[in-house]
């Protein structure tokens, strides 16, 4: 089974603070991705990132940024932390399939999801 | 990505079949139908996922209309665990490269 590991399911941190989520994959899969979950708007797409050291900005990237040094793990970094940051985070991962014609990455594999980090920022 | 249509909520007697629908009528030919579940407070949980045949595993089936516009996930023997919000989603890529957009699912209760 893919087990996609999520550093924490609760933190508390103060605004202002630097935070580090962690995520490690154990499928050996090339694409991973940070969302967050909020009442009322869904999911939201962060960052994604389908190699090492590669990352592509998703629907909402302010005020985050990514680091994938290994394939398997994926941070997902608060450089400045505020209260509109509180959130449910989610970080998943799947596998390439190919790449489509403008050389992007194509998969039509499912992802696969982390429990989650529940984050409040005070 | 096409657009799911699913209803609000549904219940289940516990041991019976869950049969939880979606419409999907502007599917085009290469987008698949994916399936997630959420129970309250962890991570989307992947179900199964067709193109065009019906699919089935250890979690569900999957049936998907001749004409593809829409689909029915089945869990055979429903238990109180399956309490979840059920996502139906249509996509080429299944998020595969660029985030995955879930609607308002069906709240699924299975009632003891």
């Known amino acids: 089974d893919v087990k996609v590991t999520q550093s924490s399911r609760y933190l508390v941190k103060r605004t202002g603070e630097k935070v580090f989520l962690e995520c490690v994959q154990d499928?050996?899969?090339?694409?991973m991705f940070w969302y967050r979950q909020d009442p009322g708007l869904g999911l939201r797409l962060i960052y994604f990132s389908y190699d090492v050291k590669m990352k592509e900005k998703g629907d909402i990237p302010e005020g985050y940024s990514v680091s994938r040094e290994k394939k398997e793990r994926f941070s997902l970094i608060l450089e400045s932390a505020s209260t509109n940051q509180t959130s449910m985070y989610l970080c998943?991962?799947?596998?390439?399939?190919?790449?489509?014609?403008?050389?992007?990455?194509?998969?039509?594999?499912?992802?696969?999801f982390g429990d989650g980090t529940r984050l409040s920022i005070l | 990505d096409a657009k799911t249509t699913q209803p609000t909520s549904m219940d289940c007697a516990e041991g019976r079949a869950a049969n939880l629908p979606c419409n999907h009528s502007?599917?085009?030919?290469?987008?698949?139908v994916y399936w997630y579940r959420q129970i309250h407070s962890q991570g989307p949980q992947y179900i199964i996922h067709g193109l065009k045949n019906n699919e089935t595993n250890e979690m569900a089936s999957l049936i998907i209309t001749e004409d593809r516009k829409s689909s029915t996930l089945i869990l055979p023997h429903a238990t109180l665990r399956d309490t979840a919000v059920y996502y139906c989603i249509v996509s080429y890529s299944g998020g595969g490269a660029d985030g995955l957009t879930f609607g308002k699912g069906t709240h699924l209760i299975i009632q003891p």
């Open positions: 998943a991962s799947n596998t390439e399939v190919g790449t489509q014609e403008n050389w992007a990455p194509y998969s039509n594999q499912p992802q696969h």
């Open positions: 499928m050996d899969h090339e694409n």
């Open positions: 502007t599917i085009s030919g290469n987008e698949y």
